[in-house]
């Protein structure tokens, strides 16, 4: 998000940027003229350290003075919006990218959906990342519709087509070559983080049912793991796999080249940003029918949408596409095509700059 951050700074706004990273990590020159002020934060529930980083946003929040308070992520913005509330901030916008108690069950399904609650009402109004998730707040009865604003297509920060772009065909073959893909193979990829909301388990399965059936598939996973997974088999033990090929999370861009199609087969999202940089690089793509997933392919046009949490029907669309490879080469052009169209950074840095400004407008 640091280039869309400092985009608002081009156009004359001051910018605070709360993060549980420090500035010397997020590789900001000196004249960056953003204002990094760093709270510690941690995903899971810890009262004391949660407690300690509330008091921290309260102080954060009374040093910046901000005429709007934008926070993201579940628990940044159960603090960052209680506090901004607390102090009486006028405008608080949840910037919601998911909801992370649709994949829990059980008494943590209830604490998260408790949470959300809670951020829904300490925000004065909602930017949704994708029509799907408007909806699934409204059906939970998380916030009212017309507290809910989706900016354009949806997507948060959109893609840049320059850096992400279809490869040249000595790109292609270097990209294979670096990880040890030989031309015959059929090339699947994920990339984001090594964790079970993400669905990787159906993945595997998907790719072994291929594997079986004598498919020459190979599974290239681009990522980090932040926690166990659970309930799929130890993701280390695949590193042995003929099939598997694993790089840690970083810069993508040059291994879409290496990919003939991309798999997200995700259990809940906001907008997947990494669908939009596949469709860039010219891939079709196979996501699920699960929120925020499904408003990021055009069914049988930019890609293929399948059940959630169904490894049959993810093997059965992804040996379509191998078994298919001239419409499978004219959805990725149709995916370059429409993600360019819809999707561009500048267009969504701007319906964001746009929404801001009219907040702030409307004050009396």
């Not at 940027?17 to 810890?46: K, Y």
């Not at 980083?53 to 579940?74: E, H």
């Not at 370059?336 to 700059?353: C, G, I, P, T, Y």
Request: glycine share 8%.
């Amino acid at each position: 998000m640091l280039d869309q951050l400092k985009y608002y700074v081009s156009l004359g706004w001051s910018v605070h940027l709360v993060t549980d990273v420090s500035s010397g990590n997020l590789g900001l020159p000196n004249n960056s003229q953003i204002d990094v002020l760093c709270v510690p934060m941690r995903r899971d529930i810890s009262p004391l350290k949660d407690c300690k980083a509330f008091v921290l946003w309260l102080v954060a929040l009374r040093t910046a003075k901000p005429d709007v308070v934008i926070v993201g992520t579940p628990k940044a913005a159960l603090l960052g919006l209680v506090a901004a509330k607390f102090l009486n901030i006028r405008f608080r916008v949840y910037h919601c990218r998911g909801l992370r108690f649709e994949s829990l069950n059980g008494w943590k399904r209830r604490i998260a959906y408790a949470a959300e609650w809670l951020t829904c009402r300490s925000s004065t109004s909602c930017i949704a990342n994708s029509y799907s998730l408007r909806d699934e707040l409204v059906k939970t009865g998380l916030m009212q519709r017309d507290r809910i604003y989706v900016l354009g297509n949806g997507s948060s920060n959109g893609v840049n087509t320059n850096r992400f772009h279809p490869p040249s065909r000595a790109e292609r073959t270097h990209a294979r070559s670096e990880l040890g893909i030989v031309n015959g193979d059929f090339v699947i990829g994920f990339v984001g983080r090594i964790h079970e909301d993400k669905g990787l388990k159906y993945l595997f399965e998907a790719v072994r049912h291929l594997r079986l059936a004598g498919h020459p598939v190979k599974l290239l996973v681009v990522g980090d793991s932040d926690y166990a997974p659970r309930n799929m088999d130890s993701f280390t033990s695949f590193n042995d796999s003929d099939w598997f090929v694993h790089v840690p999370f970083t810069g993508p861009e040059e291994l879409y080249w290496a990919m003939d199609v991309f798999c997200l087969p995700s259990l809940r999202e906001g907008f997947p940003n990494v669908v939009l940089e596949a469709g860039a690089a010219g891939l079709p793509v196979v996501t699920t029918l699960s929120t925020g997933c499904r408003d990021s392919v055009i069914h049988l046009q930019t890609g293929l949408l399948v059940d959630t949490g169904d490894s049959q029907a993810i093997a059965e669309a992804l040996r379509w596409l191998l078994m298919h490879p001239d419409q499978t080469t004219a959805m990725g052009k149709e995916n370059r095509r429409w993600v360019s169209e819809n999707f561009d950074q500048l267009a969504v840095w701007k319906a964001h700059q746009l929404h801001l400004e009219s907040l702030v407008s409307s004050r009396c």
